[in-house]
């Protein structure tokens, strides 16, 4: 496989479900982030990984919860979700190199009911 | 606050001609900016940078503009074809963000090109 890819592309989950989303990017990159992205509103970067390490968290609620096992992989851990959660959820990846050129996945659309 | 504006109406124009999408900033010194596409239901894919110090770049049927006494950037596409239709977003970084590695993206503007 090649670039940055997400799984799984679709997901639904009740309110206290628990749920993992998997990122894996083939790019040899270093910096890692997800976004949240909501219909008609502009992309939310949430957190930002360097190096397995997390240098942003972007007043992101606790129920999101990122880990980052290495450099090529990303997953965003969810717990107890409000409605108001679901959208598209994007992990991208770059150079450790000004000006971050982004790579984006294909994205996860979760639906929160 | 900062605020990034792009037309949220749909530009709708006719094969070959030349489109031409608008990014506006406000509160924001930004040292790059950058040019994404996004297809429905597909994550953004990167197309163009320009940063502070230049006025325009090219790429192939794309060129994109930077003014930054008017806080404003153009992207155009020309001979446009309808595979070109797509949403297109700008993203700003100050050089605070970048060390914070942080893109503040726009909302985007949906291009219709018509055959």
């Known amino acids: 496989e090649t670039g940055v890819t997400q799984t799984p592309r679709h997901l639904v989950m009740g309110m206290t479900n628990k749920k993992s989303l998997k990122c894996e990017q083939h790019l040899g990159h270093n910096a890692m982030y997800w976004y949240k992205q909501s219909a008609k509103k502009p992309l939310e970067l949430m957190f930002v990984?360097?190096?397995?390490?997390?240098?942003e968290n972007n007043s992101v609620p606790s129920r999101f919860s990122p880990e980052c096992p290495n450099s090529s992989h990303l997953f965003l851990h969810l717990h107890t979700l409000q409605p108001e959660d679901s959208a598209l959820y994007l992990c991208?990846?770059?150079?450790?190199?000004?000006?971050?050129?982004?790579?984006f996945g294909p994205g996860t659309r979760l639906t929160v009911t | 606050s900062q605020k990034i504006e792009q037309n949220s109406e749909a530009l709708n124009i006719q094969e070959g001609k030349t489109a031409t999408l608008t990014c506006n900033y406000t509160?924001?010194?930004?040292?790059?900016l950058q040019w994404y596409r996004q297809d429905p239901g597909r994550g953004p894919v990167f197309l163009l940078l320009i940063r502070e110090n230049e006025k325009e770049k090219r790429k192939e049927r794309l060129k994109v503009t930077f003014d930054t006494t008017l806080k404003q950037s153009l992207f155009h596409i020309t001979a446009s074809q309808p595979a070109d239709s797509a949403t297109y977003l700008c993203a700003l970084a100050s050089a605070e963000d970048t060390g914070r590695r942080a893109l503040t993206f726009g909302s985007g503007t949906r291009l219709q090109v018509q055959p």
């Open positions: 509160n924001y010194s930004p040292a790059y």
């Open positions: 991208a990846s770059s150079q450790e190199v000004i000006p971050y050129e982004q790579y």
């Open positions: 990984y360097n190096f397995k390490e997390q240098t």
